[in-house]
Nanobody, 120 residues
């Protein structure tokens, strides 16, 4: 079993910054992709950013230039630095990891979510 524990959410004013962290623990052989998704009230969950183990990143157009995803493979941790936050960034942010728990088996895991609220 693998657990993803997120931290760093909260309330911030427009234009402010937050940094989210997500640490994976448990039966981990390796982790391929890690990423962040978000879900606003009444909307579907959407991709924010992903990062592969080698460092290749992908961003939603709405966050390009404002958000930066990074990871520490030794700590099985992924980060999301969010700058120039806008009210439309308000959502529950979920961490995702594509985990190999043996050389032949893999599974997708999700964190419990952390609330980010951007409001004056």
């Amino acid at each position: 079993q693998v657990q993803l524990v997120e931290s760093g959410g909260g309330l911030v004013q427009p234009g402010g910054s937050l940094r989210l962290s997500c640490a994976a623990s448990g039966r981990i052989f390796s982790i391929n992709a890690m990423g962040w998704y978000r879900q606003a009230p009444g909307k579907q969950r959407e991709l924010v950013a992903t990062i592969l183990s080698g460092g290749t990143t992908n961003y939603a157009d709405s966050v390009k230039g404002r958000f930066t995803i990074s990871r520490d493979n030794a700590k099985n941790t992924v980060y999301l630095q969010m700058n120039s936050l806008k009210p439309e960034d308000t959502a529950v942010y979920y961490c995702n990891a594509d985990v190999k728990y043996s050389p032949w088996s893999r599974r997708d895991y999700w964190g419990q979510g952390t609330q980010v609220t951007v409001s004056s």
